[in-house]
């Protein structure tokens, strides 16, 4: 074989990978059983966890990167890509993960961030990453970072999707906001947002962001995820909402059926019909600001 | 009102804007009138003079297709000679049989072309790829873009091979159905479209 013609791990491929996942539901798994009831639902992906987000916020301490032995068992069961999260700054634990064959690494505030001041320089891997953004200026230096996917942050593992509404609807206003800004103009919001300037002018001429941007933190319904299609996201990440579902067969299907047809209300009706309860969650306004995990990450 | 010729993307998940985009290039490019749709639920694909199966997660796409009822839509369509072009994953959708990986996730093929496909053939995504190609339908080199590809193990007689990589097919024709492992729809080269374009316009 001739592997000298083949150019792995450019911007086009990790950004490709990204843009396949488009209108596709991913999901959080803890087992190889888990992985399968995804995979069988029609999930695009599954994320490969030690702990769902729920579990993490109740039983505290650090939260690392998921035992490799699970990691690589979901591997060996699914045929979807599986993703698997490294905290934010933590490019051994995201070295770890592209060695065992991971799709994609979430650097994620889900995790405990093991440097508090650099995320993982994202460009030195072949693997594509996904990061997590509140807003513009984030998910600029996140892409600037080497980021193919933003997903909003959200708040992880509360089963309430109104973080996940915010931070949507913060960075789609920010690039609202810069088109008919001139040069200059387009300059200074790049210095208030801390952001380089060519990827603000890309951002404000292209009226999207440069790689495709997920919803994530908080989408527990098949409502909540054609929610967060209607307000223009391009697929869903569904954490602790399948698993701690009453019904994780029936919640996944669903919620995957419901991102196909997020724009009918009479079909969105049906497929949220005797799907069982979703995750009984916590309200993100009864979390102190020091517990919420989306302030983690800069 | 006039006649507008349609064209259909299955949108059902994976690269749909890219291939609508794509399409409306290359029919400005020659100058042709016509809509491109994208295709979620049945009824538009019957009114359709060419298909477009975009790569996306081959399971999620066959589940769907046949839950909306979409597939038996697709297999009619083809019968009747309408041009369909599968990319990536469309190439594993068009297929007859899959290998072991496909038939471990019970995906239903739609079975249009003799060919059998092997699930990312290439490797995880740690191994997708960038590769100048050589396609017997193209004068000069073509840019695929390989991410966790299929290729085809082997086909029927009646199953033209357009172009082979490492042991694997990956660009075949077959009457008026087209597959390719890698994505032109992610490059600026609108060769292929092109192609099918002229597929569609002769039939």
Known sequence: MDFEKLRHGTELIKRGFARMQKGGVIMDVTTPEQARIAEEAGAVAVMALQAVPADIRKEGGVARMADPEIVQQIIDTVTIPVMAKARIGHFVEAEIMEALGVDMVDESEVLTPADPFYHIDKTQFTVPFVCGARNLGEALRRINEGAAMIRTKGEAGTGDVSQAVKHMKQIQGEIRALAGKTKEELIMVAREIEAPIELVMETAKMQRLIVVNFAAGGVATPADAALMMRLGADGVFVGSGIFKAENPEKMAKAIVEAVNNYDNPAKLAEISKGIGAGMKGISVDTIPVEEALQERGW | ?203
Do not use: W
Request: net charge negative; with cysteine.
């Open chain 2, 1 to 203: 009102m006039v006649f507008l010729m349609k064209i259909g993307v299955i949108a059902i998940q994976g690269a749909v804007s890219e291939h609508v985009d794509a399409l409306k290039r290359a029919l400005a490019e020659r100058g042709v009138e016509a809509e491109v749709v994208a295709i979620k639920h049945k009824g538009i694909v019957p009114e359709c003079s060419g298909i477009v199966i975009p790569g996306g997660e081959s399971t999620t796409l066959c589940r769907l297709l046949a839950r909306e009822g979409i597939a038996e839509e697709i297999k009619e369509a083809a019968a009747r000679g309408i041009p369909i072009l599968g990319t990536c994953a469309g190439l594993i959708v068009l297929a007859k049989e899959g290998n072991e990986q496909v038939a471990k996730t019970s995906q239903e093929l739609l079975g249009i072309m003799d060919t059998k496909v092997n699930r990312n053939a290439f490797g995880r995504q740690r191994d997708s790829f960038e590769a100048e190609l050589d396609v017997a339908i193209l004068d000069s080199p073509f840019t695929g873009v390989f991410i966790r590809a299929p290729g085809i193990v082997s086909c029927g007689p009646c199953v033209r091979v357009l172009s082979r990589l490492e042991g694997m097919i990956i660009a075949a024709e077959e009457g008026n159905v087209l597959a390719l492992a890698f994505h032109p729809e992610l490059t600026d080269d609108l060769r292929i479209h092109q192609y099918f374009l002229n597929k569609i316009l002769n039939c």
